[in-house]
């Protein structure tokens, strides 16, 4: 049965920092593209971050700069430090996991088109 448990969201002052953690349980986690993602209240989806299992990276245009995303294979982790946050930032994140490679890879990168999803954490960010 596979797991992803997010946690370290909460509540941080415009300009703050945190740092998010995804564990994963139940597949083999270093196969995977690790993904984060986020959703407002009211709005769709939307794609964040995207760690490949060579540690390449992709970013959402509005995060580049502010956000990064890493692994830690041994530990099954994957993680998300964010600075200089904004309200817009407020969401529920979400990390989930990719099995798919090649031209799979590429038609289902920043898509909400994902083998395994975790339950989310809230992250608020105040003005």
């Known amino acids: 049965q596979v797991q992803l448990v997010e946690s370290g969201g909460g509540l941080v002052q415009t300009g703050g920092s945190l740092r998010l953690s995804c564990a994963a349980s139940g597949l083999t986690f270093s196969s995977y593209t690790m993904d984060w993602f986020r959703q407002a209240p009211g709005k769709e989806r939307e794609f964040v971050a995207a760690i490949t299992r060579n540690g390449i990276t992709y970013y959402e245009d509005s995060v580049k700069g502010r956000f990064t995303i890493s692994r830690d294979n041994p530990k099954n982790t994957v993680y998300l430090q964010m600075n200089s946050l904004k309200p817009e930032d407020t969401a529920v994140y979400y990390c989930?996991?990719?099995?798919?490679?090649?031209?799979?890879?590429?038609?289902?990168?920043?898509?909400?088109?994902?083998?395994?999803w975790g339950q989310g954490t809230q992250v608020t960010v105040s003005s």
């Open positions: 989930s996991a990719d099995r798919s490679s090649g031209v799979s890879f590429y038609s289902r990168l920043r898509t909400a088109d994902q083998d395994y």
